[in-house]
T-cell receptor, first 112, second 110 residues
Framework: EPEVTQTPSHQVTQMGQEVILRCVPI?????FYWYRQILGQKVEFLVS????????KSEIFDDQFSVERPDGSNFTLKIRSTKLEDSAMYFC??????????FGPGTRLTVL | EDQVTQSPEALRLQEGESSSLNCSYT??????LFWYRQDPGKGPEFLFT???AGEEKEKERLKATLTKKESFLHITAPKPEDSATYLC???????????FGQGTTLQVKP
């Protein structure tokens, strides 16, 4: 059974459109993260979320990005106006504390 | 600035041919070094956490070790199913964010 599920598995969108990527942590954890991986590159940190607040965000996580935990279970990443360079795999991860993070299978975002 | 460098970038082994992957790191106050396995198009799969120099952990054909500057992932008698990209990461800052290396892509031929 997966620790984390993500939907959709693949999202194709036009440049300038809004996308919402969803993550469902299967069991209760306190720390949530979003990472992205551009094809052939490193996994990069985007944002960390603790106690329903952003605890840290990277330079990549500009005003076009936002995160929410709207109903206490889902954890979403919204990109308001997508750019070509936003094309990447987006991974959600969870942790109990400062220990191992469990990653979801990812959403492949393709911006045309 | 916290940084992680992995070598080699790619490694080809024959089945049964043991080898090691290297992860060099610079971080202000290590609070954990992590090894993950990533298959193509999938999310990273957790393997090991190491916290202090001298620590070792094993799982099947894999053994991870840690010094003050680097970590090694030793693969003993690998099988084709061990083919994957192995990622090393360190905790950075106070929020638990991970800084990843670029990975080592391992191919094990039968």
């Amino acid at each position: 059974e997966p620790e984390v599920t993500q939907t959709p598995s693949h999202q194709v969108t036009q440049m300038g459109q809004e996308v919402i990527l969803r993550c469902v942590p299967i069991s209760n954890h306190l720390y949530f993260y979003w990472y992205r991986q551009i094809l052939g590159q490193k996994v990069e940190f985007l944002v960390s979320f603790y106690n329903n607040e952003i605890s840290e965000k990277s330079e990549i996580f500009d005003d076009q990005f936002s995160v929410e935990r709207p109903d206490g279970s889902n954890f979403t990443l919204k990109i308001r106006s997508t750019k070509l360079e936003d094309s990447a795999m987006y991974f959600c991860a969870k942790a109990r504390a400062s220990d191992e993070q469990f990653f979801g299978p990812g959403t492949r975002l393709t911006v045309l | 600035e916290d940084q992680v460098t992995q070598s080699p970038e790619a490694l080809r082994l024959q089945e049964g041919e043991s080898s090691s992957l290297n992860c060099s790191y610079t971080v202000s106050g290590l609070r954990g070094l992590f090894w993950y396995r990533q298959d193509p198009g999938k999310g990273p799969e957790f393997l090991f956490t190491l916290y202090s120099a001298g620590e070792e952990k094993e799982k099947e054909r894999l053994k991870a070790t840690l010094t003050k500057k680097e970590s090694f992932l030793h693969i003993t008698a690998p099988k084709p199913e061990d083919s994957a990209t192995y990622l090393c990461a360190v905790h950075s800052g106070n929020t638990g964010k991970l800084i990843f290396g670029q990975g080592t892509t391992l191919q094990v031929k039968p």
